[in-house]
């Protein structure tokens, strides 16, 4: 904008407006400040773009991940139960598919003792007349560790004051006192099942009346055939690589255990893949769609990473095995690829188009070869590979852009501080210089009134001038001579 005072108007008075005129001057050398900060703008907006872009590549680097591994899960295996409510069971990789039969004849019990009622938890248990008594507790049956209790009147002589003692050892055992309508019991249970667990009191000399020991018993289970007791109700080592969980006992009835591959697990893993796959795709896809209104494409589509890194992902996603009973690609896996480059997992086989469920069922073991393999020639090695690359900290793809995008932003940030460093210091000084231009103004017409007069005494003429601002445009002014 141009700056232009009007002659006239500056005689008056009334002066300048400072604010105004500085505004003015600046904003003329201020020119590029509002180009610079539209790009910084820019910048910043498409390095929200370029990380989210590099968040859905790292998810789909980590989806890849879990399909190559090795003992991953497309190398997961369940086992299920015919009779979940006897038996249930888990499976690790170094189990091997197949059934067994399994007789769950008893239980792992806890070792329980307790004594006949008193009248409360707070009488003595001691003999008339005793000050001390003994009782000896046995943990882990006959062969098992023995622990001696002596009673001393006044300290552990009562049902409560024998249960704090004993929960205060580390015996593997608690105490407690259970008060009913018949009186207050000591109660003692062991932290351990199964023979480990077995409770005893092998020597009393007070007044408190064991009854005989509850529990403290081994599993008793037949496995294909096999005795085998347990002292726990989680059975390890039995089968190989299977963990069996008993729930209850029954005798008379024989549960199958089938040991295969996990295909839910295998299911949620592809699953996740495509998903995964899905969301980068489309994300980039975007940047490439024009938006009705503007006319215009997204902020990213003139990075050429983003066609180089598309080209790399439709390279990894149509690669093919060779043999592998058929199963050489995604399509022959029941996932099929949609016009614009995303994935769609079959839920129902036709000749054409197999459904995921259906190769899971048939042929485990090559949808787990397609995907991964000790040679590394897989699916999922070959594509882990170049994700590996494509998400490196430092030379991945979108790593590069978004590194770049900051220095220009860092660059781009000191030029506009250094201009508006540069604006700020000519604003004080125009600031200044121009104050002063608008005070000699303002008192223009008073320093005119004064020469004016003066002048007029010098003509002999004394008559008093007016020194009222008119706003007039003043004459073409005429030398005076005396």
């Given at each position: 904008?141009?700056i232009s005072?009007?002659?006239a108007?500056?005689?008056?008075?009334?002066g300048?407006d400072?604010n105004?005129?500085?505004?003015?001057i600046l904003n003329q050398?201020?020119?590029p400040?509002?180009?610079?900060?539209?790009?910084?703008?820019?910048?910043s907006?498409e390095?929200?773009?370029?990380?989210?872009?590099?968040?859905n590549?790292?998810?789909?680097a980590a989806?890849?991940?879990?399909?190559?591994?090795?003992n991953?899960?497309?190398?997961?295996l369940s086992?299920t139960?015919?009779q979940?409510?006897?038996?249930t069971?888990s499976?690790?990789?170094t189990?091997?598919?197949?059934?067994h039969?399994i007789?769950?004849s008893s239980?792992a019990t806890t070792?329980?003792i307790?004594?006949?009622?008193?009248?409360?938890g707070?009488?003595?248990f001691?003999?008339?007349?005793a000050?001390?008594?003994d009782?000896t507790?046995?943990?882990g049956?006959?062969s098992?560790?023995?622990?001696d209790?002596?009673?001393?009147?006044?300290s552990n002589d009562t049902?409560n004051?024998?249960?704090?003692?004993i929960?205060?050892?580390d015996w593997?055992?608690?105490?407690?006192?259970?008060?009913?309508?018949?009186?207050?019991?000591l109660?003692?249970?062991?932290?351990s099942?199964g023979?480990?667990g077995?409770?005893?009191?092998?020597n009393n000399?007070?007044?408190?009346?064991f009854?005989?020991p509850?529990?403290g018993?081994?599993?008793?289970?037949t496995i294909d055939?096999v005795?085998y007791?347990s002292?726990?109700?989680?059975v390890t080592?039995?089968?190989s690589g299977?963990?069996?969980?008993?729930?209850?006992?029954?005798?008379?009835?024989t549960?199958?255990i089938t040991?295969?591959p996990?295909?839910t697990?295998?299911t949620a893993?592809i699953n996740s893949?495509?998903?995964?796959y899905?969301t980068?795709?489309?994300?980039?896809?975007g940047?490439?769609?024009?938006?009705?209104?503007?006319?215009?494409q997204?902020?990213l589509?003139p990075?050429?990473?983003l066609r180089?890194l598309q080209s790399?992902?439709?390279?990894?996603?149509?690669?093919?095995l060779t043999?592998n009973s058929g199963?050489v690609?995604l399509?022959?896996?029941?996932i099929?690829?949609?016009?614009d480059g995303?994935?769609t997992?079959n839920?129902?086989?036709?000749?054409?188009?197999?459904?995921l469920s259906?190769?899971l069922?048939?042929?485990?073991s090559?949808v787990?070869?397609?995907?991964?393999?000790?040679s590394?020639?897989?699916?999922?090695?070959?594509?882990?590979?170049?994700l590996?690359?494509l998400?490196?900290?430092?030379?991945g793809?979108?790593?590069?852009?978004?590194a770049?995008?900051?220095?220009?932003q860092?660059?781009l940030?000191?030029?506009?501080?250094?201009l508006q460093?540069?604006?700020l210091a000519?604003?004080?000084?125009l600031?200044t210089?121009?104050?002063?231009?608008?005070?000699?103004l303002q008192?223009?017409?008073?320093l005119l009134?004064t020469?004016?007069?003066?002048?007029?005494?010098?003509?002999g003429?004394y008559?008093?001038t007016?020194t009222t601002?008119?706003n007039?445009?003043?004459?073409?002014?005429?030398?005076?001579?005396?």
């Amino acid at each position: 904008m141009a700056i232009s005072f009007n002659a006239a108007g500056l005689l008056n008075g009334n002066g300048i407006d400072v604010n105004s005129v500085v505004n003015a001057i600046l904003n003329q050398q201020a020119g590029p400040l509002s180009i610079w900060q539209n790009e910084q703008t820019d910048l910043s907006t498409e390095a929200g773009l370029l990380s989210g872009l590099n968040n859905n590549l790292t998810n789909l680097a980590a989806s890849v991940q879990s399909l190559a591994d090795l003992n991953g899960p497309l190398a997961s295996l369940s086992a299920t139960s015919s009779q979940p409510s006897i038996l249930t069971a888990s499976a690790q990789t170094t189990a091997a598919s197949g059934t067994h039969q399994i007789v769950v004849s008893s239980l792992a019990t806890t070792g329980t003792i307790y004594t006949n009622p008193l009248t409360d938890g707070n009488t003595s248990f001691l003999p008339s007349g005793a000050n001390t008594g003994d009782i000896t507790l046995q943990v882990g049956g006959s062969s098992g560790v023995t622990h001696d209790i002596t009673i001393t009147a006044g300290s552990n002589d009562t049902l409560n004051t024998l249960a704090s003692y004993i929960n205060a050892q580390d015996w593997g055992v608690s105490a407690s006192v259970v008060t009913d309508a018949s009186g207050a019991r000591l109660a003692l249970y062991s932290q351990s099942s199964g023979t480990p667990g077995a409770l005893a009191i092998t020597n009393n000399t007070t007044n408190l009346a064991f009854n005989a020991p509850v529990g403290g018993t081994n599993a008793s289970l037949t496995i294909d055939g096999v005795p085998y007791s347990s002292a726990t109700n989680t059975v390890t080592g039995a089968i190989s690589g299977v963990t069996l969980n008993l729930a209850s006992a029954s005798p008379g009835t024989t549960v199958q255990i089938t040991v295969g591959p996990d295909a839910t697990q295998a299911t949620a893993a592809i699953n996740s893949f495509v998903s995964a796959y899905n969301t980068l795709i489309n994300n980039l896809n975007g940047q490439y769609i024009v938006n009705t209104g503007s006319n215009k494409q997204g902020l990213l589509a003139p990075d050429s990473a983003l066609r180089s890194l598309q080209s790399s992902l439709l390279s990894d996603v149509t690669y093919s095995l060779t043999g592998n009973s058929g199963l050489v690609n995604l399509a022959s896996l029941g996932i099929d690829m949609n016009n614009d480059g995303t994935l769609t997992v079959n839920q129902a086989s036709t000749d054409a188009h197999p459904s995921l469920s259906n190769v899971l069922a048939t042929n485990p073991s090559a949808v787990q070869s397609f995907f991964h393999n000790v040679s590394g020639t897989g699916f999922a090695d070959r594509f882990k590979s170049d994700l590996t690359n494509l998400t490196d900290s430092t030379n991945g793809i979108l790593n590069v852009d978004i590194a770049g995008n900051l220095a220009q932003q860092k660059a781009l940030g000191t030029q506009i501080t250094n201009l508006q460093d540069r604006l700020l210091a000519q604003q004080k000084l125009l600031n200044t210089l121009y104050s002063q231009v608008n005070a000699t103004l303002q008192a223009y017409p008073s320093l005119l009134a004064t020469v004016t007069a003066v002048i007029g005494a010098l003509n002999g003429n004394y008559s008093t001038t007016s020194t009222t601002s008119t706003n007039t445009t003043p004459a073409t002014g005429t030398s005076t001579t005396g």
